[in-house]
T-cell receptor, first 110, second 109 residues
């Protein structure tokens, strides 16, 4: 089964609304990372978040490693937030490779 | 500019041809990676290199081979492409968090 599960699979927001994206891991992990990908675009690292809460602008990531979960909160969404949000985990036993979830597709309407 | 650079941006070829994709990072990282993103957008690790040593080699077909001249470069060669190789190939490097290049989109006709 999928080692990294993301929910929801997709999300439609009205500009200004908040959203919370979830990421759950089926195995123990050393750390995890949140990425943003535009359609046809490259991956942009949002957070490298071994544990705890980190904030960058309107984005907040909270990771609880021992509970194998992480969330990404988007506040006051904007149309430019539209795209796919991916989370990935890193397990020390597998080198530094990342195992990705399938992503949450976010569409923010004006 | 410090980043991860990939060439070409896209490549169209026919079944059986050989292709090679280049990746260079100017971040001073020790570890580089190749990932494949399929049509369902799932990203999967293919290879990783640390100081020119292969440290993770996923069960990818043998027609794929990574090539590294130094720790700043990691190229990917596909000896004889097949239709299922059509995908976006993403290169990354890391020192802790991973940074990705823009990707190379391969289309096999």
């Amino acid at each position: 089964g999928q080692q990294v599960q993301q929910s929801p699979a997709s999300l439609v927001l009205q500009e200004g609304e908040n959203a919370e994206l979830q990421c759950n891991f089926s195995t123990s992990l050393n750390s995890m990372q949140w990425f943003y990908q535009r359609p046809g675009g490259s991956l942009v690292s949002l957070f490298y978040n071994p544990s705890g809460t980190k904030q960058s602008g309107r984005l907040t990531s909270t990771t609880v490693i021992k509970e194998r979960r992480s969330s990404l909160h988007i506040s006051s969404s904007q149309t430019t937030d539209s795209g796919t949000y991916l989370c990935a985990m890193e397990r020390g036993s597998a080198g530094n490779k990342l195992t990705f979830g399938i992503g949450t597709r976010v569409l923010v309407r004006p | 500019e410090t980043a991860v650079f990939q060439t070409p941006n896209y490549h169209v070829t026919q079944v059986g041809n050989e292709v090679s994709f280049n990746c260079k990072q100017t971040l001073g990282h020790d570890t580089m990676y190749w990932y494949k993103q399929d049509s369902k957008k799932l990203l999967k690790i293919m290879f990783s290199y640390n100081n020119k040593q292969l440290i993770v080699n996923e069960t990818v077909p043998r027609r794929f081979s990574p090539q590294s001249s130094d720790k700043a470069h990691l190229n990917l060669r596909i000896k004889s492409v097949e239709p299922e190789d059509s995908a976006v190939y993403l290169c990354a490097s890391s020192l802790g968090s991973q940074f990705f290049g823009p990707g190379t989109r391969l289309t096999v006709l």
